[in-house]
């Protein structure tokens, strides 16, 4: 389902698409043109030591990605994530684990 805000309902929140997430129960957004695809349950394979936030690493169509349970890396606390969502910043690939998809969210400049 996709939704639609003009920037003078929440003028913080910048022009564009957005991905809303969950995340402990709370919504969080993500800039739709970082987004590579939305995975349903993948696993991914434990580092021994790692940081309480990285779940492991994946591989997605030949790139091995770190897995970050995106709740813990902010505070929330540790999650039961559903989907991983891949990401592509800067050149760079990484994946999200999140508790929840829900929808785009395109957000209009305010006239």
């Known amino acids: 389902m996709n939704a639609q805000v003009q920037t003078s309902m929440c003028p913080d929140f910048p022009p564009g698409p957005w991905l809303l997430?969950?995340?402990?129960?709370e919504r969080y957004a993500l800039p739709?043109?970082?987004?590579?695809?939305?995975?349903?349950?993948?696993p991914a394979d434990p580092i021994p030591g790692g940081p309480p936030a990285l779940l492991g690493v994946?591989?997605?169509?030949?790139?091995?990605?770190p897995v970050l349970d995106l709740s813990a890396a902010l505070g929330?606390?540790?999650s039961n994530p559903q989907y991983v969502i891949v990401t592509e910043f800067n050149r760079h690939m990484q994946a999200f684990a999140v508790g929840g998809v829900e929808r785009i969210?395109?957000?209009d400049v305010a006239d």
């Open 58 to 65: 994946m591989h997605v169509r030949g790139e091995v990605l």
């Open 76 to 78: 929330l606390g540790s």
């Open 21 to 25: 997430t969950l995340l402990a129960g």
């Open 105 to 107: 969210l395109h957000v």
């Open 32 to 42: 739709v043109p970082w987004l590579r695809e939305v995975l349903r349950g993948h």
